[in-house]
């Protein structure tokens, strides 16, 4: 099983609201990472968990916060987004740097705009 | 900095009519290079990983090749259902948890 479960599918929020995307895995990877996908561009990470800790952080506003509550979850949290916010926010894992760090396999993605 | 280019940007194929993608790439030390299929609104479906150069690895009617600063995702016979943008991403050995994507290739197949 190689899936990767991201939800909501869609989502439309105001900017003054507050809102979380989920992710979750059951391969027993122990890195997990949100990107962000503009259309027709490739995806640029936003952030990088290793064994439960933030590792990477790609300089990404204070208005996403991202929370990693155990091995096989990730969540985003969203607040006071704006609308060039409005992009697919993709999850992905993989094995972490002690297990060799191979392929990462992605969730579907949420479609998140901002009105 | 890392870098990786792909191309060509897109490409229009006749079904059956073979045909490459290329992937370059410049990074210090290569950890891996990785292939993603993505179809229009759905996260990237994982082909292949590739370690080291000369390795191959076949899947179907794709190929995967990689040299010491490109690799290659040659296409045999296509049909339309292998229309989706095709991506190549790579992991720097002294950096290895960050998956650098190139822009991607999109490949029409025409019945």
């Known amino acids: 099983d190689t899936e990767v479960t991201q939800t909501p599918k869609h989502l439309v929020m105001g900017m003054t609201n507050k809102k979380s995307l989920k992710c979750e895995q059951h391969?027993?990877?122990?890195?997990m990472y949100w990107y962000k996908q503009k259309a027709k561009k490739p995806p640029e990470l936003m952030f990088v968990y290793s064994y439960e800790k933030l590792s990477i952080n790609e300089s990404v506003p204070s208005r996403f916060s991202p929370e990693c509550p155990n091995s096989s979850l990730l969540n985003l949290h969203l607040h006071a987004l704006q609308p060039e916010d409005s992009a697919l926010y993709l999850c992905?894992?993989?094995?972490?740097?002690?297990?060799?760090?191979?392929?990462?396999?992605f969730g579907q993605g949420t479609r998140l705009t901002v009105v | 900095e890392d870098q990786v280019t792909q191309s060509p940007e897109a490409l229009r194929l006749q079904e059956g009519e073979s045909s490459s993608l290329n992937c370059s790439y410049t990074v210090s030390g290569l950890r891996g290079l990785f292939w993603y299929r993505q179809d229009p609104g759905k996260g990237p479906e994982f082909l292949f990983t590739l370690y080291s150069a000369g390795e191959e690895k076949e899947k179907e009617r794709l190929k995967a090749t990689l040299t010491k600063k490109e690799s290659f995702l040659h296409i045999t016979a296509p049909k339309p259902e292998d229309s989706a943008t095709y991506l190549c991403?790579?992991?720097?050995?002294?950096?290895?948890?960050?998956?650098?994507f190139g822009p991607g290739t999109r490949l029409s197949v025409l019945p």
């Open positions: 391969m027993g990877h122990r890195a």
């Open positions: 992905a894992s993989s094995q972490g740097p002690r297990e060799g760090n191979t392929e990462a396999f």
């Open positions: 991403a790579v992991q720097e050995d002294n950096y290895g948890q960050n998956f650098v």
